[in-house]
């Protein structure tokens, strides 16, 4: 099939640095690029990974009664030397 394509420069740029690593045509070089790309475009998607969970261990109940005031945790503490 021949069909005319206007290129972005940056997807041009691409396309002749292939040509010239992969030593190839640039019909070829283009045809490949297309093909992987569809490919790539219509494969489903990947499976997300399994959620890495992090297990939760007991630190026994908590030697101060309430955690919300952050002064009397302090003081409790450090045996009332911070007030």
């Known amino acids: ?4 394509l206007s290129l972005d ?7 002749k640095r292939a040509q010239k690593v992969r030593k190839a ?20 998607p990947a499976r997300p990974k399994k959620p890495f969970r992090t297990q939760s261990v007991s630190l026994g109940r908590c030697l101060v009664g309430s955690l919300d005031d952050v002064a009397e945790v302090l003081a409790t503490v450090e045996d009332e030397a911070f007030r």
């Open 25 to 44: 045509s640039f019909k070829t070089v283009v045809n490949d690029a297309m093909r992987q790309g569809l490919k790539d475009l219509l494969a489903p």
């Open 1 to 4: 099939m021949r069909t005319t």
């Open 9 to 15: 420069s940056d997807v041009a740029a691409l396309l």
